[in-house]
C-alpha cells in the first residue's frame, strides 16, 4: 500500500535554509512548497526565489552519486565498481593507517568549501588524528572580515539593516541582489523604496549599485585608500562622533595624522573615483546615524590589501560610533549550545601537531600562535572563536607539499562539499597536485572534475536526505535549521556517517558517542536547552540581541565591561597588531605591477543566480535561465576590442586562458569581470575532457602564491589581476573544432 505524508523539512540551495514542507510518497519527495511559519518567515522570500522548486528533481537527479565507487583504471579515466560501504570504509582507513606509519599524520590533508554543511565532524576526526592540514577557502572568503574585527573590537560584529531605523547603508564590494537574493535583498530594496541613502562600492554597475544614491566605482584592490579617503573627510570636517571617540576609542590622534595624506584629490587619482563623491559619501555616512557597513567577497580577495581594507571599515564604523548601536551593527555573544570550538576538540590539540603547521611561523594571525594571542583577548570577556578553521592551512603551501615533498610530503586528500579545481586558484597547480597523490578520497552528491580523479567517491545525503543546523561555526548565539524529510535515497550517507565510521576503524571510538548525525546534532543543541523537536518548530534559536554591552557594569569585578582589547576600547590604531610587527594603523599595500602586456584589470567569481559557486550545472532549468559563463565588460571597453553582446572571448593572464561570452555592462573602463565555477556535467567525465572543466573555469587564471599573498591570515588575490582579451578567431580550425565553441554556440 502506498504511503503519503507531509513532513516539515528546510531547503538547502542556499544558506538560509527556508522552510519547506515536503510531499512524502513511498520514502520519496514528490513535491514541495514553502512553509511561511518556520524562519525566515516571510511568504515574499520563498515568492522571489525560484530554487527550492527544484529540490525534488536534485535530490533524485540521474547524475547523483548513490553508490560507495572505486577507481578501477588509471586516475581519471572514468572506470569505476561499486562497492559497498564496509569494503570503502575499511581499504580507506588501512591506506590512511599505512600512510600515517610511513610520513606522519600530517601527510593528510582535507578540503572543505563554502557553507554547505557541518564541518565540525571533519575536524574533530583530524584532531584526533593529529594533522592540522584542513584547507578551505576562509583565507578568502569571512577570515579577514572576522578576525580583523576580533582585533578592533574584541570579537566579532553582526551587521544590521533595519528599515525603521537604519538612516544610511554603505555596502562594500557586496551584491546581494546575486548572492543573497531572498532576506537580505528584499531587506535593501525595502530600504532604499524609503528614500534613505543607500551608497555601493562596486566596479561594476550591479543590481545592487542601480538602487544606489551614490555609487563608487572603485578601481579593482584600492579600496584601502578609498576608505582612508572616507576617514580623511570625516576628521577633517569634524563629522566623527566625538564624545563615542573620546571615551571608546584608542589612538585617535595617531589615525588624524595618518589619514592626513588620503585628500579628495589623491583618492580619486588612485581609485578612479571622482573627489566630489569621495566627499559626499563620508557626509552621507557620517551624518546620518545610525548607518551600517556590509562588505563582501569584493574586499575579502584582494590578497595583502584586504586586511587594511578591513581595517579602516571597521575603523570607520568605530569613529561614527555605529559599533553595538541598533540598526548598525552589534557584538555577537557566545552561543547557549556547543561551539564550534568543543565540537571540533581543537584545544586538545597537542603542541607537536601545532608545529607541523605547513606555513611555520610565516603567518601572523591565521596561524596557532595568532590564534591563541588573540584569544588571550576574547577570553577577558570568556569568549572563544572556532579554532580549527581561523587556523586552517594555505591551500597553496598544501598543493605544492603534495608535488614536492616539502616541508614535508602531503600524500592523501579528503575532499567534503567543495570542488577544488574549480574552485580553488590555479587550476593547473591543483591538478598536477591531485593527480600526484596516494589516496584521494571524495565525499559528493555528483561526480564533479575533482570526483573524476578520486580513488574513491563516496555518495552523501544531501537536501531534506539529513538534519540540518547551521550555526556561524560558533561565533553568534544563532542557529537554524531543521529535519529531513525522509531518509537517505540509495546507499547515501551523511558525511557525518564517514568520519565517525574512519575514526573508529583508527582508534577514536571514544570520541565518537552519537551514532548518528541527528543524535550529534541533538547534543551539541542540548546545553541551550532547547529540544529538537521545539527547534524544528520554528527553525530557528536565537539568543536576545543586546547593545551597548561595552557601557555595562560587570558585576564580578565591578568594572565597565568594555572592548576585548589591550585598552579596553576600540583600537583605532592597534596594539595587538603593534604587538605581531604589524601594521598598526591600515597601510595599502602596492597593487600588482602594470603590465603592457596584460593591460586590463580582472574580477573572478562575482555572483550570479541562479548558480552556487560550481554546483548544479547539471539542472536544465537552470542551463536555460543562464546558460553561459560571462565575460563582462564597459560598452568603451567592447568597442576597443571590436567586441558585441555574446561574442566569444578568450580571458588570459600569466596563468592560462579560459573562454566566455561577452556581455556588456555598465562598469568601469579597462577592468573585465568572469563568472567563476563553470564546467560541463554533459560532457565526458574522464580525462582529458574532465567534464569540460578546461574550457571556461575562471581560476585557470588565478594564483594563491603564498609568498605573494597577505602575511598575516594568507589572503590571496581574485579581484584586480592583470588579464588581456583576444576575440576568439573563428577562422581558426583548431578552435574551431574546440568544444568551447560548440557550448558558447
Ligand atoms: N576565482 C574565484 N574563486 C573562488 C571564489 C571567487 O569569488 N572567485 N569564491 C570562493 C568562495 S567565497 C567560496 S565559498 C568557494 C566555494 O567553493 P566550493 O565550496 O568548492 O563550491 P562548490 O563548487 O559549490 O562546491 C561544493 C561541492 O559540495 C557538494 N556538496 C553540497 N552539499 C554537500 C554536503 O552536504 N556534503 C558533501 N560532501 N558535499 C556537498 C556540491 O555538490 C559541490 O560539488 O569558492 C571560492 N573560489
Ligand atoms: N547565487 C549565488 N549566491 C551565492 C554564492 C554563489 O556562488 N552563487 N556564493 C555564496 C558565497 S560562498 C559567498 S562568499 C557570498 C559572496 O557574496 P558577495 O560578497 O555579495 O559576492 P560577490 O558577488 O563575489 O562580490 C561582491 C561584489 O564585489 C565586487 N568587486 C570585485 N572586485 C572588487 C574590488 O576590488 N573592490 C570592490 N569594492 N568590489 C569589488 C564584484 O563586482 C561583486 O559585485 O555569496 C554567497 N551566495
Ligand atoms: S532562499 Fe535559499 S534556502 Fe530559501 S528557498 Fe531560496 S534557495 Fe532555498
Ligand atoms: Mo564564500
Known amino acids: 500500500m502506498s504511503e503519503h505524508k507531509t513532513v516539515v523539512t528546510n531547503c538547502r540551495f542556499c544558506g538560509y535554509q527556508c522552510g519547506l514542507l515536503a510531499e512524502v510518497e513511498n520514502g520519496k519527495v514528490i513535491k514541495v512548497r514553502p512553509d511561511p511559519k518556520r524562519f525566515p518567515y516571510d511568504e515574499r522570500i520563498q515568492a522571489r526565489c525560484h530554487r527550492w522548486r527544484l529540490a525534488p528533481e536534485v535530490m533524485d537527479h540521474p547524475h547523483r552519486v548513490n553508490h560507495p565507487l572505486k577507481r578501477v583504471g588509471e586516475r581519471g579515466s572514468g572506470k569505476w565498481q561499486r562497492i559497498s560501504w564496509e569494503q570503502a570504509l575499511d581499504e580507506i582507513a588501512d591506506k590512511l593507517r599505512s600512510l600515517k606509519e610511513t610520513y606522519g599524520p600530517e601527510n593528510l590533508a582535507t578540503s572543505i568549501g563554502g557553507p554547505h554543511t557541518t564541518y565540525w565532524p571533519l575536524h574533530r576526526f583530524m584532531t584526533l588524528y593529529g594533522s592540522p592540514n584542513n584547507m578551505g577557502i576562509g583565507q578568502i572568503c569571512w577570515n579577514p572580515g572576522i578576525l580583523v574585527n576580533s582585533i578592533t573590537y574584541g570579537w566579532p560584529i553582526e551587521m544590521e539593516l533595519d528599515p525603521a531605523l537604519t538612516e544610511c547603508a554603505l555596502l562594500w564590494g557586496v551584491n546581494p541582489a546575486e548572492s543573497d537574493n531572498s532576506l537580505f535583498w528584499h531587506t535593501i530594496r525595502e530600504f532604499s523604496r524609503q528614500g534613505k541613502p543607500l551608497i555601493v562600492v562596486d566596479p561594476r554597475r550591479t543590481a545592487t549599485a542601480r538602487l544606489a544614491t551614490l555609487w563608487l566605482p572603485v578601481r579593482p584592490g584600492t579600496d584601502p585608500v578609498l576608505a582612508l579617503g572616507l576617514l580623511h573627510v570625516i576628521i577633517k ?109 581543537s584545544e586538545q590539540f597537542p603542541a607537536e601537531s601545532r608545529r607541523k603547521n605547513i606555513a611555520g611561523n610565516r603567518l601572523l594571525l591565521q596561524s596557532y600562535s595568532g590564534y591563541e594571542h588573540l584569544k588571550s583577548f576574547t577570553m577577558k570577556h570568556n569568549k572563544r572563536l572556532p579554532m580549527r578553521y581561523l587556523t586552517s592551512a594555505h591551500p597553496n603551501l598544501i598543493w605544492r607539499a603534495m608535488l614536492e615533498g616539502k616541508p614535508y610530503p602531503v600524500r592523501s586528500l579528503i575532499v567534503m562539499a567543495s570542488n577544488p579545481l574549480l574552485t580553488q586558484a590555479d587550476t593547473n597547480l591543483v591538478y598536477r597536485a591531485l593527480k600526484s597523490l596516494d589516496l584521494l578520497v571524495v565525499l559528493e552528491l555528483f561526480k564533479t572534475p575533482t570526483a573524476m580523479l578520486a580513488d574513491y567517491i563516496l555518495p552523501v545525503a544531501g537536501i531534506m536526505e539529513r538534519p540540518l543546523l547551521e550555526t556561524n561555526a560558533g561565533t553568534a548565539n544563532i542557529a537554524y535549521g531543521g529535519d529531513q524529510a525522509v531518509e537517505p535515497y540509495y546507499e547515501r550517507r551523511p558525511d557525518y556517517y564517514f568520519w565517525r565510521q574512519i575514526g573508529i576503524r583508527l582508534g577514536q571510538t571514544k570520541e565518537w558517542p552519537w551514532e548518528t548525525y541527528s543524535e550529534a546534532l541533538q547534543a551539541s543543541l542540548k546545553p541551550a536547552g532547547i529540544s529538537w523537536d521545539d527547534f524544528c518548530r520554528t527553525g530557528l534559536y536565537m539568543g536576545p540581541r543586546q547593545y551597548f554591552k561595552y557601557q555595562e557594569t560587570d558585576p564580578r569585578s565591578g568594572q565597565t565591561v568594555g572592548f576585548a582589547t589591550a585598552s579596553g576600547k576600540i583600537e583605532l590604531y592597534s596594539n595587538f597588531l603593534e604587538q605581531i610587527n604589524a601594521d598598526a594603523l591600515p597601510v595599502p599595500k602596492p597593487l600588482p605591477e602594470e603590465s603592457s602586456a596584460y593591460p586590463l584589470k580582472l574580477i573572478t567569481g562575482a555572483r550570479f543566480q541562479p548558480y552556487y559557486a560550481s554546483s548544479y550545472r547539471q539542472l536544465k532549468d537552470f542551463r536555460q535561465k543562464h546558460p553561459h559563463p560571462w565575460a563582462e565588460m564597459s560598452p568603451a571597453t567592447a568597442a576597443k576590442y571590436g567586441l558585441k553582446d555574446g561574442s566569444r572571448v578568450w580571458v588570459e593572464t600569466e596563468k592560462g586562458k579560459a573562454g566566455f561570452v561577452v556581455r556588456i555592462i555598465e562598469m568601469r573602463d579597462d577592468v573585465i569581470s568572469v563568472e567563476y565555477g563553470w564546467w560541463y556535467p554533459e560532457l565526458e567525465a574522464a580525462e582529458p575532457i574532465l567534464g569540460g572543466m578546461w574550457l571556461s573555469n575562471a581560476n585557470i587564471l588565478t594564483s594563491a602564491e603564498f609568498e605573494s599573498s597577505d602575511p598575516l591570515i594568507g589572503t590571496w588575490t581574485y579581484n584586480g589581476i592583470n588579464c588581456r582579451i583576444a576575440k576568439e578567431d573563428t577562422n581558426n580550425k583548431h578552435e574551431e573544432d574546440n568544444v568551447v565553441c560548440c557550448i558558447m554556440r
Open 237 to 345: 570636517k569634524k563629522l566623527y562622533n566625538n564624545s563615542f571617540v573620546e571615551q571608546w576609542c584608542y589612538g585617535f590622534d595617531k589615525l588624524q595624522n595618518h589619514v592626513a595624506s588620503y585628500t579628495p584629490s589623491y583618492v580619486e587619482q588612485v581609485t578612479g573615483v571622482a573627489a566630489e563623491d569621495v566627499i559626499k559619501a563620508a557626509c552621507l555616512f557620517a551624518e546620518n546615524f545610525p548607518a551600517t557597513l556590509y562588505s563582501g567577497r569584493g574586499i575579502d580577495q584582494l590578497g595583502p590589501n584586504s586586511v587594511p581594507t578591513h581595517r579602516a571599515l571597521a575603523i570607520l564604523r568605530a569613529v561614527t560610533g555605529n559599533v553595538d548601536v541598533p540598526g548598525a551593527s552589534y557584538l555577537t555573544e557566545m552561543p547557549d549550545f556547543s561551539p564550534e570550538i568543543d565540537l571540533e576538540l
